[in-house]
T-cell receptor, first 106, second 113 residues
């Protein structure tokens, strides 16, 4: 199956800082999504982005399918951004990445 | 997007008992639903694909007789953890694919004591 690797595994930011999270996938994918898992476990869909660039407020994402990676940008981070960020890609099933645990400190 | 309701949110049960978790697709008729398991500080792993009106497809290493899946209607899939043991304690979460992205339920935290 598809291997989905995320980096960095852990990230600590000062409130207001910007960050970039990376997702590499090992094969062609039909779908790529970014999720934020809050402390209660809920997976919040951030972006459905098999290719191209999308923006939603302080968040944006870019997927370069030909080079098999996707980036999630968080600008002006807030403490509520803390949690685990997952990317997930569809090959013959939906494969989750290893996750990035983000902590934003005031 | 699709709204997926999962119940219960959390459950504590005694070792040896069975627990049923429900996953409902509230605004989308889902012929297929997916069940994942997540251990603490780990990623989500697909357990099985639930197929409406037919048998579920289980991933390698997942015991069919322990994790019973029933998908009797286009809006409801259930996962029953039979004869639960402490090692089954985990976070279970279901999802629906609408064709343009997966939407997840709120998850069920199972603790077996």
């Amino acid at each position: 199956g598809i291997q989905v690797e995320q980096s960095p595994p852990d990230l600590i930011l000062q409130e207001g800082a910007n960050s970039t999270l990376r997702c590499n996938f090992s094969d062609s994918v039909n779908n790529l999504q970014w999720f934020h898992q809050n402390p209660w476990g809920q997976l919040i869909n951030l972006f459905y982005i098999p290719s191209g660039t999308k923006q939603n407020g302080r968040l944006s994402a870019t997927t370069v399918a030909t080079e098999r990676y996707s980036l999630l940008y968080i600008s002006s981070s807030q403490t509520t951004d803390s949690g685990v960020y997952f990317c997930a890609a569809t090959g013959n099933q939906f494969y989750f990445g290893t996750g990035t645990s983000l902590t934003v400190i005031p | 997007g699709a709204v997926v309701s999962q119940h219960p949110s959390w459950v504590i049960c005694k070792s040896g008992t069975s627990v049923k978790i429900e996953c409902r697709s509230l605004d989308f008729q889902a012929t297929t639903m997916f069940w994942y398991r997540q251990f603490p500080k780990q990623s989500l792993m697909l357990m099985a694909t639930s197929n409406e009106g037919s048998k579920a497809t289980y991933e390698q290493g997942v015991e069919k007789d322990k994790f019973l899946i029933n998908h009797a209607s286009l809006t409801l899939s259930t996962l029953t953890v039979t004869s639960a043991h402490p090692e089954d304690s985990s976070f279970y979460i279901c999802s629906v694919d609408r064709g343009y992205g997966y939407t997840f339920g709120s998850g069920t935290r199972l603790t077996v004591v």
